[in-house]
């Protein structure tokens, strides 16, 4: 198993495998497994000359189309360039010195802390230790449990895997930064689309961070025609993550409950050669407690289902 540090070193796994990116089934992301809207070609030749245009600075109109949907006030909705364009200053932004994270988890928030001087207190379970922040994330990467915010604590809420029922009735929650991306579910990382629903307090503090172009023109754009199919596109992620533990479960694998479009197994027997079928999956050598774990994304069509048991096949 090639150890890659994120999901989605699929030109890298290509090189090392010697063959073409269009030969591999890439399962190392979270992303919807049905992939981009069947439209989305035609808007965007109806739409190319948004690229000749300047983002709107305040975000518009995805800023609104998302405030009406999550029910909060458009001044409480900042628009990103990807949840990830946050995550690179919020530490400085918010002037934290310390942060408590659940491990193991997706390694960028701690990357970003650290390389701001705050402090990462990790933990594994039970209650967070004391700290400036916590960061949840829920679904949580890689196992895919889903947590409430506790009370009493503030921080950030990254709800980039999470359904967008279940984001809507959230609203704003004092003290609390809820942080997401757009890509995941509508399967556009290519357009950069991110979001925080704060205090408008913490919106200013975090805009002064940022650089004036929130996102790209034709994804501001884009926003308003994509939500619709949101919860749609949930439905579709919970059937696949079904018959994927299904699936593994057949086969032996040790199955973690999962609320997210990926699911993390571990392996009860010989590793299978995922490389030899041309699979991409997430393996986690950075964490020593995920070891003979993997983390696999949702095939998006019956071709992929069939290589995938192929590969989990003795």
Same mark, same amino acid.
């Given at each position: 198993?090639?150890?890659?540090? +994120?999901?989605?070193?699929?030109?890298?796994?290509?090189?090392?495998?010697?063959?073409?990116?269009?030969?591999?089934?890439?399962?190392?992301?979270?992303?919807?497994?049905?992939?981009?809207?069947?439209?989305?070609?035609?808007?965007?030749?109806? !739409?190319?000359?948004?690229?000749? /245009?300047?983002?709107?600075?305040?975000?518009?109109?995805?800023?609104?189309?998302?405030?009406?949907?999550?029910?909060?006030?458009?001044?409480?909705?900042?628009?990103?360039?990807?949840?990830?364009?946050?995550?690179?200053?919020?530490?400085?932004?918010?002037?934290?010195?310390?942060?408590?994270?659940?491990?193991?988890?997706?390694?960028?928030?701690?990357?970003?802390?650290?390389?701001?001087?705050?402090?990462?207190?990790?933990?594994?379970?039970?209650?967070?230790?004391?700290?400036?922040?916590?960061?949840?994330?829920?679904? +949580?990467?890689?196992?895919?449990?889903?947590?409430?915010?506790?009370?009493? /604590?503030?921080?950030?809420?990254?709800?980039?895997?999470?359904?967008?029922?279940?984001?809507?009735?959230?609203?704003?929650?004092?003290?609390? @930064?809820?942080?997401?991306?757009?890509?995941?579910?509508?399967?556009?990382?290519?357009?950069?689309?991110?979001?925080?629903?704060?205090?408008?307090?913490?919106?200013?503090?975090?805009?002064?961070?940022?650089?004036?172009?929130?996102?790209?023109?034709?994804?501001?754009?884009?926003?308003?025609?994509?939500?619709?199919?949101?919860?749609?596109?949930?439905?579709?992620?919970?059937?696949?993550?079904?018959?994927?533990?299904?699936?593994?479960?057949? +086969?032996?694998? !040790?199955?973690?409950?999962?609320?997210?479009?990926?699911?993390?197994?571990?392996?009860?027997?010989?590793?299978?050669?995922?490389?030899?079928?041309?699979?991409?999956?997430?393996?986690?050598?950075?964490?020593?407690?995920?070891?003979?774990? @993997?983390?696999?994304?949702?095939?998006?069509?019956?071709?992929?289902?069939?290589?995938?048991?192929?590969?989990?096949?003795?």
């Amino acid at each position: 198993m090639m150890p890659l540090p +994120h999901g989605g070193g699929i030109e890298e796994a290509a090189r090392a495998w010697g063959c073409d990116v269009r030969d591999i089934l890439d399962l190392s992301t979270g992303l919807h497994p049905a992939g981009a809207p069947a439209w989305l070609g035609d808007w965007m030749r109806r !739409h190319a000359l948004l690229a000749g /245009y300047y983002p709107d600075i305040d975000g518009e109109p995805a800023r609104s189309a998302l405030a009406a949907d999550f029910g909060v006030g458009p001044d409480c909705v900042l628009i990103a360039s990807g949840a990830q364009a946050v995550i690179e200053i919020v530490f400085q932004a918010m002037g934290w010195k310390s942060v408590a994270v659940r491990v193991p988890c997706y390694s960028e928030p701690l990357r970003c802390a650290r390389r701001s001087g705050c402090e990462v207190r990790g933990f594994e379970s039970g209650e967070p230790p004391v700290a400036d922040a916590l960061w949840l994330t829920s679904p +949580h990467n890689p196992d895919g449990a889903s947590q409430p915010f506790p009370d009493g /604590y503030s921080g950030v809420l990254d709800e980039s895997y999470m359904p967008f029922a279940e984001r809507r009735g959230i609203g704003l929650k004092a003290g609390v @930064l809820r942080l997401g991306s757009l890509t995941k579910t509508f399967c556009i990382p290519g357009l950069r689309l991110g979001y925080v629903i704060a205090d408008e307090t913490v919106i200013r503090k975090l805009r002064a961070w940022l650089p004036p172009w929130p996102a790209p023109t034709m994804a501001l754009h884009l926003l308003p025609d994509l939500l619709p199919e949101a919860d749609g596109r949930d439905a579709q992620a919970r059937a696949a993550r079904q018959r994927l533990g299904e699936l593994l479960g057949a +086969h032996g694998w !040790h199955v973690r409950a999962s609320a997210a479009s990926f699911v993390l197994a571990g392996a009860c027997a010989a590793m299978p050669d995922f490389p030899a079928h041309r699979i991409l999956v997430r393996a986690f050598p950075e964490w020593p407690q995920l070891a003979g774990c @993997l983390r696999f994304g949702l095939p998006g069509d019956e071709a992929g289902w069939r290589r995938l048991e192929e590969a989990l096949c003795p």
